[in-house]
């Protein structure tokens, strides 16, 4: 039944986030996408959870490289986002 | 078990906090506010995971934090609004990876049933082709490996090829997950899906990378959200699916400006043009900058088209300068900004704001064409297909269709051009033979500097 309960959410939130973004100006597609690659760094909260458990080295390497690079989309994403969204201005 | 029941409880919290954020990016005012709170529900969602009963050991956890910020840090900070493309490039190539290394983090760390192995497979596989594919992007943006478009005899019948060996692999692995035993159609599974990442983006030509770079951010969502199926994590599924959509709006308004098929972009390069079958008539009008300003003096409303010539002559700067002294002059300057100038999806738009373009000037294309016959004097710079008529009266041409910003509309084109050489597409532009188009040659930044120049007297 998880399958199924999972599913279900991944329909739902596809049919949102249709919705959402296709209300976004073209103005702002480039941070709709730097801010897109930061939320898809929250592969990071798995991540984190394999590279800290009790288990095989081979997991903990794997989960400590995957820790690594779904930070740094977080990170880098969120701030590259902020850096050009600071720039859009409005006329003085 | 109570705890986990208020991680998942908080990681409703973080979903709501991106999905408002998305939200506060409909608009330019609110969008960095957006933005913020979208980096909130991460930094919850990241701490309230810490406090997960599984954790015992936090010190690979803070290598990979400390690590993973100082890299992503620098990278923000130090690239430039040109190089945006490459950075997102190389992000989702990242979130492709770390899903595939979650996913085998899952694999060797415990039992798995079939079921699960499918599951960790399928992640496996969309994240290693968003890797290997949003690698060869990123060398063909940088220019670190030819951007031409690698075509071959055959090329589909191989990919198909690999797609099925990968299929067939996966299905073997699956009803034996076994780590020890059932290793080596897991090793082609991950082998022939970093393979398949390389060969899908070869054959895509340089000029039709926003597309690709699109494409693979929606995969980099739906290999989040695979790895949110592989730990029953509904956060991930949430937030993968979010960014799933949103990478394929963008391709989907990539293709659609450039008048072609997804499946066009994906298995045939941009190909050799076909001659065009009737002459432009008229003869081009070449002008100095003396004369635009001329021109620009006495109009009353201006919209500047720029192309990525622009960008490459680093003229926006200069631009801008142009746009504050038509307006001092009683002028109304617009930015009409066509879908594909620049690189990636919104390009020109980050370009243009970092010359310090305020937003509200900035208009899309479908708002401007239908006012353009009121316009003055529209000025074209580096920008030569999407102005291009032919797109709308030659049925010859190739990119007929292709929908343009109708300067050819306005009072009076001004067209700043290096050369009379042709545009991506290789074709003539019958823009450049109108009456009422004048031709300033040279370069972009000296010709705008010219005409700034002219106004300050």
């Known amino acids: 039944m998880e399958i199924v309960y999972l599913s279900f959410i991944l329909v739902l939130a596809i049919f949102l986030g249709f919705e959402l973004i296709s209300k976004v100006p073209s103005t702002l597609h480039t941070p ?6 930061a939320i898809s760094g929250i592969t990071v909260v798995g991540a984190l959870v394999a590279a800290g458990a009790d288990q095989e080295t081979t ?3 794997l989960g400590t490289a ?5 930070t740094i989309n977080v990170v880098g994403g969120y701030m590259v986002t902020d850096r050009m969204l600071a720039m859009f201005k409005k006329k003085h | 078990m109570s705890g986990q029941l208020v991680i998942n409880l908080i990681y409703i919290l973080s979903a709501g906090l991106f999905i408002y954020g998305l939200k506060m990016l409909t608009s330019p005012a609110t969008a960095r506010q957006g933005n913020r709170l979208s980096a909130i529900g991460m930094l919850i969602a990241i701490v ?3 406090f997960d009963q599984n954790i015992v050991d936090f010190t690979w956890i803070i290598v990979g934090l400390v690590v993973g910020s100082a890299i992503g840090s620098i990278a923000a900070r130090r690239v430039e609004m040109t190089s945006m493309p490459e950075l997102v490039a190389l992000f989702n190539g990242f979130g492709g990876l770390a899903s595939v290394t979650v996913a085998c983090a899952a694999l060797f760390g415990s039992e798995v049933s079939t079921g699960l192995a499918a599951t960790i497979i399928l992640s496996i596989l969309i994240g290693s082709v968003t890797f290997t594919g949003s690698l ?3 060398g063909k943006l940088s220019e670190t490996i030819p951007s031409k478009a690698v075509l071959f005899a055959g090329q589909r019948v191989v990919n198909g090829a690999i797609l099925l060996s990968i299929i067939v692999a996966a299905v073997i692995f699956s009803l034996n997950p076994d780590t020890t035993s059932g290793s080596n159609a897991f090793w082609v599974v991950i082998g022939l899906s970093f393979l398949l990442g390389i060969m899908v983006v070869i054959p895509i030509g340089g000029a039709d990378m926003p597309v690709v770079i699109s494409l693979l951010n929606s995969y ?20 993968g699916s979010l960014v799933g959509a949103s990478g394929m709006i963008l391709t989907n308004i990539m293709c659609k400006a450039m008048n072609r098929s997804l499946g066009n972009v994906l298995f045939s390069g941009f190909g050799a043009v076909t001659q065009q079958a009737d002459a432009i008539e008229g003869e081009v009008k070449p002008v100095v900058a003396a004369d635009a300003y001329l021109i620009l003096e006495a109009a009353s409303s201006v919209a500047i088209v720029p192309g990525y010539g622009m960008a490459v002559a680093q003229a926006q700067h200069a631009v801008q300068e142009l746009a504050e002294q038509l307006e001092e002059n009683g002028c109304e300057v617009r930015f009409a900004v066509h879908p594909v100038a ?9 370009l243009l704001a970092e010359a310090n373009v305020p937003y509200d000037q ?4 479908d708002d401007i064409n239908p006012q353009m016959g009121g316009i003055d004097v529209a000025i074209v710079i580096g920008a030569n297909d999407v102005v291009n008529p032919a797109a709308l009266d030659q049925e010859s041409s190739p990119i007929y269709g292709m929908p343009i910003i109708h300067v050819h509309e306005a009072g009076t084109v001004i067209v700043l051009k290096r050369s009379m050489a042709t545009g991506f597409a290789g074709l003539d532009n019958a823009l450049f033979y109108g009456d009422n188009t004048r031709m300033l040659f040279g370069d972009a930044k000296e010709s705008v500097m010219g005409m700034v120049a002219e106004f300050k007297g």
């Open chain 1, 32 to 37: 709709l996408m730097s801010g897109a690659n």
């Open chain 1, 59 to 61: 997991a903990t390497i």
């Open chain 1, 66 to 70: 995957a820790v690594t690079l779904a």
């Open chain 2, 48 to 50: 309230v995971t810490l």
């Open chain 2, 136 to 138: 060869v992007a990123y």
């Open chain 2, 220 to 239: 980099s969502g739906l290999a989040a959200c695979a790895a949110g199926f592989v730990l029953n994590n509904n956060l991930l599924i949430v937030a």
């Open chain 2, 342 to 350: 620049g690189r990636m999806p919104g390009h020109m738009n980050v």
């Open chain 2, 362 to 365: 900035l208009v899309e294309m």
